[in-house]
């Protein structure tokens, strides 16, 4: 049986929820991380020694960075489902989650953290808008290449759309001004519609905000 450590407010946890739906496979999960504590043990340490979530045992099997985890499922238990068939379709879902990884997910979460982690005395709307400059600039990207397909790779869902997909709920559900991504937004219609997404990506943040102080 497949395990999964990793609480589930996580989106790097979830974006490994969510392929793992998609590839109906069976799997334990486990609660570590945030609230849930447990990355200072001993047993998780020597899973993964960067004390970060999600970790992934399946058999003998260990790994840790979700996306290092979500192209061993793919290739391990989904290469004609998910992963791609050829060469240049999987280069192209290697090449959208690096720019994920690099060009938003960085900023990405300094929005949510601004919006949603801190209190509202502690927020700096210098670094929220910094964050949102480069956020949005990626987004105009991602909107055009969309204009010519349903997903990154064509007709279904593959690796590459994963990365960015999963921080949509959060994109759509936070409290900001969003430019208009007419693509972005048919995308993400399209995605609730999915079980798999709506079931592990559709999930409430609420716990991870900060409490605001009160006199």
């Not at 486990?30 to 990355?39: E, I, K, N």
Request: glycine share 4%.
């Amino acid at each position: 049986m497949i395990k999964l450590f990793g609480r589930s407010t996580s989106i790097n946890v979830q974006k490994v929820m969510w392929v793992l739906a998609e590839l109906n496979l069976k799997y334990d999960r486990f609660d570590v991380g945030g609230a849930f504590g447990g990355l200072n043990d001993a047993e998780y340490i020597a899973l993964n020694p960067h004390q970060k979530v999600p970790t992934l045992v399946d058999d003998t099997v260990v790994l840790w960075e979700s996306n290092a985890i979500l192209r061993y499922l793919a290739d391990a238990y989904g290469r004609d489902v998910i992963f791609g068939t050829t060469p240049a379709a999987r280069g192209t879902s290697d090449m959208w989650m690096e720019w994920y990884q690099n060009s938003v997910y960085p900023n990405f979460q300094a929005i949510f953290h601004q919006k949603v982690r801190l209190r509202s005395t502690e927020r700096s709307s210098d670094v929220l808008a910094r964050a949102q400059d480069v956020v949005f600039k990626q987004f105009s990207l991602f909107d055009s290449k969309l204009e010519s397909t349903e997903f990154i790779n064509g007709d279904h869902l593959t690796l590459g759309d994963v990365p960015m997909a999963a921080c949509l709920y959060r994109y759509f559900t936070m409290d900001i001004e969003r430019p208009d991504y007419p693509q972005i937004a048919r995308y993400y219609e399209s995605l609730t519609q999915r079980s798999t997404f709506s079931e592990n990506v559709m999930i409430n943040y609420d716990s991870l905000r900060t409490p605001e102080l009160t006199d």
